[in-house]
């Protein structure tokens, strides 16, 4: 394996959701970025498409403000519908069949733990 891992959506939905519950609004890149620092470097993904589909199905929002860098960035929220699926303790259904056990405060480690 070359030290990065492929994940399966449900698990980069549930690495989303726990890091805005957590750290409360944040651009893409910092969702990234903080994502490979949780799994320990393993993990350097692209996050668009994933952002896209929960802020289509209305678990996230975002909007265009200012970044630390005095950048022009998108940053996203859970929304109250967002919010309703952590307390319930999982993702969405529509991702059910995608999401492998993970750990329960949701941060992917290594390898082994994404595969099942």
Do not use: C
């Not at 994502?35 to 209305?58: A, R, W």
Request: hydrophobic share 30%; no cysteine.
């Amino acid at each position: 394996m070359s030290g990065k891992s492929d994940v399966q959506q449900g698990t980069l939905v549930l690495m989303v959701f726990k890091t805005l519950e957590g750290m409360g609004a944040m651009h893409g890149y910092g969702i990234a970025r903080r994502s490979e620092q949780t799994s320990g470097d393993l993990l350097s993904l692209n996050y668009g498409p994933v952002l896209l589909k929960i802020e289509q199905e209305g678990y996230i929002k975002s909007e265009w403000s200012v970044s630390e860098n005095n950048r022009k960035a998108k940053f996203y929220t859970l929304t109250r519908a967002g919010r309703k699926q952590m307390q319930k303790g999982n993702p969405p259904n529509s991702w059910e069949s995608n999401v492998p056990s993970a750990p329960a405060e949701g941060v992917v480690t290594s390898p082994a733990e994404i595969s099942g």
